[in-house]
């Protein structure tokens, strides 16, 4: 495998994908081995961590360092605070900084691994390769047993592959690359002469294969390969139902991450020209896409995004400038009493916990009303479905625009036989 710091800097959709089947299904374990095998391919557990909010706060750490490419030094940092905050003691490594260096790498690297195997399993699976070749990382200090598999090419359904697709070990950075001829295998650093070591399949007395660490001989993301090709795309490719449980399953610290860019989208729309650009902030939850498919409105994606057109329609009027600085005022009054900014910019976080949901088909394209309570009164963010976006080549639901209201408005919105509340309470 290469350099974790090059491999992991920009991960590939496949292995975001198999991240997220993991991270949505957290489970509470006392040891290392209550889970084991192939049950890691759709399931997230750290030994020891037993509490929801303990788990879903290290899911959100190793998110993180897979999807933005953290260093392990930044992780350890994290892990230090999740310890702390969550008051998790007892765990193996606590005490001696030794102990806490190796624990924190454990984490770190085997999830970065798996999820990379398990986003190549698919790939490699998806492409059609007639050959899989085992490519040995050239560590240190090598496992005899995978130097011998060094430039094996087999078939994909060959029985070698489905104990001994690395990683197969703590610490295992081999990897399977893919070729469709004789040609391609040597082109891939293999050797189509080379065959496989005698015994290669022969356990041992404590059940044991040649060079694969205990509860390793499995193949990570061989039980979810389809899955994970599904999800790999933009979700506009996907059917909204799945989308949107795809997004339920984001940890918290992911939505922050996702607000923090936001933030930035914000200043670069109300401080230049619009340009058509969009980010997706979020998605439709579920139970909101089958309310929608209820009322008899075919809903193409989950996604919800916003364009720098929809930002700058939403504070038109309001008294900030659309050139040099976001809170400079143009001296004209509002038209509207306006959003507060720095509450907007915490769309994503928004998007997750409305006060209420309506579905509105009173005009001709139907939209979503998203409402909160704001001090003093309330707010309303309007997102229409199925909206075309130029840049996305495809059909997003957007938030189009944002308002304060009084409850007299909500009363008077809701008082219509083609606006139901699908979530939450008026």
């Not at 008051?87 to 606590?94: D, H, I, L, V």
């Not at 690359?177 to 004789?182: D, L, M, P, S």
């Not at 989208?265 to 020209?273: E, G």
């Not at 939850?285 to 364009?307: H, L, M």
Request: charged share 20%.
């Amino acid at each position: 495998m290469p350099d974790l710091g090059v491999s992991f800097g920009q991960p590939f959709a496949q292995q975001v994908a198999a991240l997220r089947i993991r991270l949505g299904n957290r489970v509470p374990t006392q040891a290392w081995d209550d889970i084991t095998r192939s049950a890691h391919d759709q399931s997230f557990m750290v030994a020891g961590a037993e509490k929801a909010d303990l788990l879903a706060d290290l899911a959100g750490a190793v998110d993180k360092a897979i999807e933005k490419g953290t260093t392990l030094e930044e992780f350890r940092k994290d892990f230090r605070e999740i310890v702390a905050r969550n008051g998790w003691t007892g765990w193996t490594g606590q005490g001696t900084e030794k102990g806490e260096a190796w624990r924190t790498r454990i984490i770190y690297q085997t999830n970065l691994r798996t999820s990379y195997a398990a986003g190549r399993y698919a790939q490699l699976k998806e492409a059609g390769y007639a050959y899989w070749i085992y490519k040995h990382s050239h560590a240190v200090h090598p496992r005899p047993q995978h130097l011998a598999w060094d430039g094996v090419a087999l078939p994909p359904d060959h029985p070698f592959w489905a104990t001994n697709y690395p990683p197969n070990g703590w610490g295992c950075g081999c990897e399977v690359r893919g070729a469709h001829t004789t040609a391609g295998i040597r082109r891939a650093g293999g050797d189509p002469g080379k065959v496989l070591p005698g015994g290669w399949d022969r356990r041992d007395a404590r059940g044991l294969l040649p060079g694969i660490d205990k509860n390793w001989d499995y193949a990570p993301g061989a039980t979810v390969a389809d899955t994970i090709n599904a999800l790999s795309g933009k979700l506009p490719s996907l059917p909204a139902p799945i989308g949107a449980a795809m997004f339920a399953s984001w940890p918290a610290r992911a939505v922050q991450d996702l607000t923090t860019e936001f933030g930035k989208f914000v200043d670069r729309a109300l401080s230049s020209h619009v340009q058509q650009n969009y980010m997706i902030v979020g998605a439709l939850k579920p139970a909101w896409v089958s309310a929608a498919e209820q009322a008899g409105i075919r809903v193409e994606t989950a996604e919800i995004a916003i364009t720098d057109k929809n930002i700058q329609h939403t504070f038109r009027g309001t008294g900030l400038v659309t050139s040099g600085s976001t809170k400079r005022s143009t001296g004209r009054q509002p038209k509207v009493a306006p959003l507060d900014l720095d509450w907007f910019r915490q769309l994503p976080v928004l998007l997750q916990s409305p006060r209420a949901v309506l579905l509105d088909t009173t005009q001709a394209e139907p939209v979503f009303l998203l409402v909160y309570d704001v001090p003093g009164q309330m707010a309303k963010l309007v997102i229409e479905l199925n909206t075309p976006v130029k840049k996305a080549k495809g059909m997003l639901n957007t938030v189009q625009s944002g308002r304060l209201i009084t409850p007299n408005d909500l009363l008077a919105t809701v008082d219509s036989d083609k606006v139901m509340v699908v979530d939450g309470k008026v």
